[in-house]
């Protein structure tokens, strides 16, 4: 490879700046993520879902009356298609994972009258949809049937009340928010970038999220959250923490939960989720699992700094996500569709902003295969 090559080529795009974007900002140096110009730390933790939605779609916090209209028509659309529902019982019969069923599901909203002729429909649509697939899936999963939608809940609140079948305490709803607002959005990630190729080349909204869907249940991006929890039941007490963990160490395994691509210092979404958990675990859920789950951060932080001293790695937001999504009820198969409910308000917007100032996306390659070959028939191969 020539050194002109080199220099052009950045494997992965690392470092690349494909686009503009005023919906977040992430700096991974400094430990900084900025939702609409907002620090995350000051948004999620009070914010209504539907809040930071509309922030990012407008660019502004909505007045109350607007506010208001906005949380309705979100409501208005969490019902799905009957085909959705043929298709999530058909899956519920081979058992798929839960983020094929909502991947295949996704697509099935174009089937809703309108769909296509608006994007910020189709967006509310989908952001409306997620929790309902979701849920309508685990509970055909556990031989339950869906729960009917109803309109007069927020959104988090609606999507613990679509598993359960039962209006959830304020404390629980509050928690779930609060996750869902962390990780609406994170810069040019892989689903996120995915979404803005598809709606790139003019296609909708559905295929574009249902594109970045696809992108997010590989391991790489989505698939941490659960494994991070495995690692604490696995060892089981604080008096196992260090022996457990010096082992995987010495083994060259990854500590779940702990260190980040982009960040470089703690991720300022484990703050926040690591508040929360704070304080839903002071009056609710497991203490136990709470103190075991910080006992083990503590020993895990202390190894790797011994382990690898030239660097910092830090907890990351999934290792609290795992805690507090375990609190509030959620199995481990529903932590990465959980996300997706969060995140897929973030694809919209990004897929309204390439609609409104973005180009086709279309990077160049670099060939480093052979030249000058010629062909031969294949008799005489």
Known sequence: MSSSLETETREGLEGVVAATTRLSSVDGEAGVLLIAGFPVEDLAPVASFEEVVYLLWNGALPRPDELAAFARRMAARRALPGAALDLLRAAAGRRVPVMDALRMAAGTLSLLPGTGEDAREDGLLLVAAFPTIVASYWRLLNSEEPVEPREDLGHAASFLHLLSGEEPAAERARGVETYLNTVVDHGFNASTFTAR??????????????????????????????????????IGSAERAEAVLRDKLARGERLMGFGHRVYRVRDPRADVLAEAAERFYKDKGDRGVYELARAVEATALRLLREHKPDRRIDTNVEFYTALLLHGLGLPTELFTPAFAIGRVAGWVAHGLEQLAHGRLIRPQSAYVGERDRRWVPVEAR
């Open 197 to 234: 190729v598809i709606v790139s080349t003019r296609s909708d909204l559905v295929s574009a999220v249902t594109g970045a869907v696809g992108a997010l249940k590989g391991p790489l991006h989505g698939g941490a959250p659960g494994p991070a929890l495995d690692m604490v039941f696995e």
